[in-house]
Each structure stands twice: as C-alpha cells, then as structure tokens.
C-alpha cells in the first residue's frame, strides 16, 4: 500500500513539476521528498564504564596491586544507572580459614562510585563495597533525579594468579566491575545507520 502511495506522489511530483518552473517546482519536490521521511524515533540508550580485571602473578610470590579510577558524566536526560559488580577468589574461603585475616590485605577488592565534587570535600561515597572473598555476581539499580556533573568510579585491587603445569592447579583471582547509565537518544532513520542515534542531551546544545 506505501508502495502505491509513493508511485502515486511520484507521479504527482512529475506531473507538478511540469507545470511548475524554478523555484516554485523546487518547493514542490522538497515538501513531497520530505512528505516520505521517516519520523524520528526516541531510544533509551546505555553508557557503560568499568573494567574486567584477571590477575597474574607469574612466579612471585606477592599479591599484585590494580587500581583505577573514570569519569562518568551525568546530564539532566540520565534516567537510571546500574552497577554491575562481581569477584572470584578461588581458594579464598579455605586459605583464609588457614591463614587467617591476613588474606584481607592480600586478596580484596574496594570499589566506589562518588558523586560531583564529594571525594574532593572528604564526604562518604554514594555507593562502596570491599569484598575478601568470592563475591556472586550482583547487580544495583538507581532511579532518581541524579546531580548533574561527572562522577568518579575507582577501584584499588589485589590479586594473585599463576598458570600452573597442572591445569586443575592454575588459578587467577579476577573482578568485573561496570557503571552503566540509561540516557534517552534520538534515532533519525534518514541520517543514522542501524543502531545508531544521537543523544537528547547533545541535540539540546
């Protein structure tokens, strides 16, 4: 049926344009050209940061140390963020009822997520743990109007890890941890290939 309908415009559009000269047949053309345009369509879209750390201590017999921190900035379009956090630490539970609470300092994963300006002012983070041992995958999910600004992720890590030449031996301490925000993005079908779009916040400016 669209088809059709496009036949019948075309042969509109020539049939005017015949009768139209210069400018006159330009506007004609354009207002029908732009008659055929797709609407543009509004997409929830995610921005995602963090890392996946697998850690590898070869043949030392010290923990290694992982730190690292990103900014995240938050417009007034940010609708929700999720926080996706996961630890494994093979061993951990029997090692550390062996040794002790020694293994805190040698196996732990510190993770925060600061709000705008509030590390810098010595206030407490908006959301933090410390893990010694396996940590199940868990993910945290926030609804709520967001201060505007860039936030700052940031993880301190150790770990150990060693390919052994016994497989069933080899083990790597490993975390994932990831901040995603869901921002509204404007797809244009006539501009954008799939799965391309262009932030609300960015067309606002």
Not at 55 to 65: A, W, Y
Not at 80 to 102: A, C, H, M
Not at 124 to 134: A, S, Y
């Amino acid at each position: 049926m669209r088809i059709a309908s496009k036949a019948l415009s075309l042969a509109a559009l020539l049939f005017l344009s015949m009768l139209s000269s210069g400018c006159i047949a330009l506007s004609i053309q354009r207002e029908i050209m732009e008659s055929w345009r797709d609407p543009p369509v509004e997409i929830d879209k995610e921005v995602t940061a963090g890392w996946s750390e697998i850690f590898d201590t070869g043949v030392t017999v010290d923990s290694v140390i992982y730190q690292n921190e990103t900014g995240i900035l938050f417009d007034e379009t940010v609708s929700k963020l999720t926080i996706n956090f996961r630890v494994q630490f093979p061993y951990s539970t029997y090692i550390e009822d062996f040794i002790g609470n020694d293994t805190n300092e040698l196996r732990y994963v510190e993770a925060r997520l600061w709000k705008p300006g509030t590390r810098d002012a010595g206030g407490d983070p908006f959301w933090e743990v410390r893990v010694t041992q396996d940590y199940p995958l868990e993910r945290f999910e926030w609804r709520t109007d967001f201060i505007e600004g860039t936030w700052i992720l940031e993880v301190e890590a150790r770990g150990y890890g060693a390919t052994l030449p016994i497989e069933e031996l080899s083990f790597h301490d490993r975390f994932d941890l990831y901040a995603t925000i869901t921002k509204p993005c404007v797809r244009f079908p006539q501009s954008h290939e799939l799965g391309e779009c262009t932030f609300l916040s960015d067309l606002d400016d």
